[in-house]
């Protein structure tokens, strides 16, 4: 089992950043391919980014290519979503997931989720 916990969310206005981080208990990213996705209220729940265990590959959706940053800080041991030129239709609930795998492959289907984290952007 692993226990995934965001935090980072807030409040911002648009043109704003904020910088969204993942922590797994008692885990090592080292072994999980790890992805965020987001919801908004009345919306289905969207992937936004991803990143292999090592680092070395990543995904964006195009909605946010080029204003999110997805990494790995091995020192403390969290993903991060570096989110910036924030918009007010990425006003959604983030949550983090996470995937074992085997090689260094990008997720393809998440076993474990975080509760999520609101950020909301205001216009």
């Known amino acids: 089992q692993v226990q995934l916990v965001e935090s980072g969310g807030g409040l911002v206005q648009a043109g704003g950043s904020l910088r969204l981080s993942c922590a797994a208990s008692?885990?090592?990213?080292?072994?999980?391919?790890t992805g965020w996705f987001r919801q908004a209220p009345g919306k289905e729940r969207e992937f936004v980014a991803a990143?292999?265990?090592?680092?070395?590959?990543?995904r964006y959706a195009d909605s946010v290519k080029g204003r999110f940053t997805i990494s790995r800080d091995i020192a403390k041991n969290t993903v991060d979503l570096q989110m910036n030129s924030l918009k007010p239709e990425d006003t959604a609930v983030y949550y983090c997931?996470?995937?074992?795998?085997?090689?260094?492959?990008?997720?393809?289907?998440?076993?474990?989720w975080g509760q999520g984290t609101q950020v909301t952007v205001s216009s």
């Open positions: 997931a996470v995937e074992l795998t085997t090689w260094d492959a990008l997720g393809t289907g998440y076993d474990y």
């Open positions: 008692g885990r090592t990213f080292s072994r999980y391919a």
């Open positions: 990143i292999s265990r090592s680092g070395g590959r990543t």
